[in-house]
């Protein structure tokens, strides 16, 4: 939870991007609306398929972007303040984060955030993010 980017935002996102979005994670997962739902169907050898045939990857911070990496697949990453940037920056990588960045970051942190809010991530506008990968699409 405390790498994610809010639900809602991933979902205005997917209503104004028109794109054939594919969601994957897990089952119990909330689904998004608009979306090819993966979740919970897909054993890995399929999901690095996926990621082989898909023209970008929109991910938070994890695993997506490092199997986009093995791909050369455009991946664009939603940056919490969870951990050092170079820890998962590779050439097709592009990371969306907060500017200037929390003053906590990187937190590591393995329980919900302390703040009042996730400014993290909460202060990355679905605009920022849309403007990001048109700039780079």
């Known amino acids: 939870?405390?790498?994610?980017?809010?639900?809602?935002?991933?979902?205005?996102?997917?209503?104004?991007?028109?794109?054939?979005?594919v969601q994957v994670g897990l089952k119990d997962e909330k689904i998004?609306?608009?979306?090819v739902n993966l979740l919970g169907k897909t054993n890995i050898r399929e999901l690095f398929f996926l990621v082989?045939?898909?023209?970008?990857?929109?991910?938070?911070d994890g695993a997506l972007n490092h199997i986009a990496n093995c791909f050369d697949k455009k991946s664009f990453v939603i940056m919490s303040g969870?951990?050092?940037e170079e820890f998962i920056k590779y050439n097709n990588t592009t990371l969306i984060s907060r500017v200037p960045q929390i003053e906590c970051a990187p937190c590591y942190l393995k329980t919900e955030c302390p703040k009042e809010r996730k400014?993290?991530?909460d202060d990355i506008s679905v605009e920022d993010v849309l403007k990001t990968?048109?700039?780079k699409n």
Do not use: A, E, M, P
């Open 82 to 84: 969870y951990t050092h």
């Open 133 to 135: 990968i048109n700039k």
């Open 52 to 60: 082989y045939k898909c023209n970008f990857i929109l991910s938070n």
């Open 32 to 35: 998004l609306n608009g979306v």
């Open 119 to 121: 400014f993290c991530t």
């Open 1 to 21: 939870k405390i790498r994610s980017w809010n639900f809602n935002k991933y979902q205005k996102l997917i209503d104004i991007y028109k794109l054939n979005w």
